[in-house]
C-alpha cells in the first residue's frame, strides 16, 4: 500500500473512535484533507489550527477552525495530526495546553529555505551551506566526491523517506568505496537553479561527478527559463521589506548612487521554451560546465506516476487529479514526451522513465517516492556510475 495510505489506515484503524485535528498551513492541511477524501474518510477530519498567514482558500464546510486552546475541549476525543513548519516546537506548545494524542505528517513537510541567496532565490542551512554531506572517506587519503542538485525528489529533508542520495552513499559504502556526497538538492529547484548552482560551487567543491535528478519542476511552472516561481514569492514576502525597512540607510550609505536607480526587481529576459526543451537545454549546459572543469556528468530524467507502464492505482490518481488541474497534467505529460524525445541517444543524459515498469506503490503522489523506490532510484546511478573512469578508479582505490 501507498506509504501516506498506509500512515492514515493505521491512525484510522488504531484510533477509530476519534476525530482528527490538522495543525499545520492551509496548502498542508489540504493536501492532508484530499489523502483522507481519496480515501472516504474526510468525515473524519472535524478541526485545522492554521500556522503562518492568513488564507483565503475556503475550508470544506464540515472542517471547524480552531485554536491551540480549544484542544482543551476536544483533547479525550481527538488526535492531532501535526503537519507543521516546526513540529517540535508544536507539540511543546500543545503539551503545555494539554495532553493529545499526536501523529507527525511529515512526507512533504520539508525543513525551511532559511537562506536568502541573490542567485538561486532561496537555499538552506545544512552541513554546508546549501549542502546535506554523505561521507564515507578517511579524508586524509583520496576519496570519490559526488555532487548532487535537484528539487524535493533528491532532498534529504523533505520528508520522513529516506532520499535516494543517502541509499547510494549507503551503496558505495557496502562495496568499501571511499566517497563524499555533496546532496544539494532543495525542494521546488528546477533545472535552470540547479545550473547557477553548478556554476557557483563546481569549482569549490571539485567534485569528480556531478548529478542532476530532476525534471518534473521544469515540467509544469511555467516556461521561463530562469523565472522560478517560487522566487517572485520569496523577493516580495522576504526582501522587499527588508529593502523598504533599510532605504533609508541604503542611501546614506552608499552615496555613490547615481549609476544605479531602481525602479523594479527583474529577472532577465523572458523566453517561451516549453519546459522540456528547458530542461534538456540545461542538461547541455551543466554537463558542459562539468566536463570544463574535469568532471563527469549525469543528467537523469526522473521518472513520474505518469511514466510508460507506471501501474498507478486510481485512489492515487484520483488524489492527484484533486491537487493538480487537469491543463496542468497535460503540460506535465507533453513534456516529458518532449524531454524524452531531445535525449535519445544523447550521452550522458538518461531517462529513468522506466524504471518503475509494472509496478506500484511507489509513489505517493505525481512524483515523490518511498523509500522502496528511493533505493531503487540509488541502484540505477550506482548502475551508471559503474562504468564511469573515475568512479572505477576510486572503486580500485579504496
Request: with cysteine.
Amino acid at each position: 500500500m501507498n506509504v501516506v495510505f498506509s500512515f492514515i489506515d493505521e491512525i484510522v484503524n488504531k484510533y477509530n473512535n476519534k476525530e482528527i485535528i490538522i495543525y499545520g498551513t492551509i496548502n498542508n492541511f489540504l493536501s492532508i484533507y484530499n489523502y483522507f477524501r481519496v480515501l472516504g474518510l474526510e468525515s473524519c477530519i472535524i478541526g485545522f489550527i492554521n500556522e503562518g498567514t492568513p488564507y483565503k482558500t475556503s475550508l470544506p464546510t464540515s472542517v471547524e477552525v480552531l485554536s491551540i486552546y480549544d484542544l482543551l475541549y476536544y483533547k479525550d476525543h481527538a488526535c492531532i495530526i501535526l503537519a507543521s513548519n516546526n513540529n517540535n516546537q508544536v507539540c511543546y506548545n500543545i503539551d503545555r495546553v494539554c495532553k493529545m494524542t499526536t501523529f507527525i505528517w511529515d512526507f512533504d513537510t520539508a525543513k525551511k529555505a532559511d537562506i536568502i541567496d541573490p542567485l538561486l532565490g532561496y537555499s538552506r542551512s545544512g552541513d554546508l551551506e546549501g549542502y546535506v554531506i554523505h561521507k564515507h572517506c578517511d579524508e586524509s587519503k583520496e576519496f570519490l566526491k559526488i555532487m548532487i542538485t535537484g528539487g524535493s525528489t533528491t532532498d534529504d529533508t523533505f520528508s520522513n523517506q529516506r532520499s535516494w542520495p543517502s541509499f547510494l552513499s549507503e551503496i558505495l559504502n557496502e562495496r568499501k568505496i571511499s566517497h563524499i556526497i555533496y546532496n544539494g538538492g532543495i525542494m521546488g529547484y528546477n533545472s535552470s537553479q540547479e545550473l547557477l548552482k553548478i556554476i557557483r560551487d563546481i569549482n569549490i567543491l571539485k567534485p569528480h561527478i556531478v548529478i542532476s535528478y530532476s525534471g518534473i519542476n521544469d515540467f509544469y511552472r511555467g516556461t521561463n527559463d530562469f523565472i522560478h516561481p517560487y522566487i517572485p514569492l520569496h523577493i516580495s514576502k522576504n526582501i522587499i521589506p527588508i529593502i523598504e525597512k533599510n532605504i533609508d540607510t541604503v542611501k546614506e550609505k552608499h552615496t555613490n548612487s547615481d549609476m544605479c536607480s531602481p525602479t523594479r526587481i527583474g529577472y532577465g529576459l523572458e523566453s517561451y521554451n516549453s519546459g522540456g526543451l528547458i530542461w534538456y537545454n540545461n542538461m547541455t549546459r551543466m554537463r558542459a560546465i562539468s566536463v570544463n572543469e574535469n568532471a563527469s556528468f549525469y543528467g537523469i530524467l526522473q521518472p513520474t506516476v505518469f511514466s510508460d507502464d507506471y501501474l498507478l492505482d486510481q485512489i492515487l490518481d484520483k488524489y492527484i487529479r484533486l491537487q493538480h488541474s487537469q491543463e496542468a497534467l497535460n503540460i506535465i505529460k507533453e513534456n516529458i514526451k518532449i524531454a524524452q524525445r531531445l535525449i535519445v541517444d544523447k550521452k550522458d543524459i538518461y531517462s529513468f522513465e522506466d524504471i518503475f515498469k509494472y509496478k506500484n506503490d511507489i509513489f505517493y503522489d505525481h512524483c515523490h517516492c518511498s523509500e522502496i523506490g528511493n533505493y531503487m532510484i540509488a541502484k540505477e546511478v550506482f548502475k551508471l556510475l559503474t562504468n564511469d573512469e573515475y568512479f572505477r578508479n576510486f572503486s580500485t582505490i579504496s
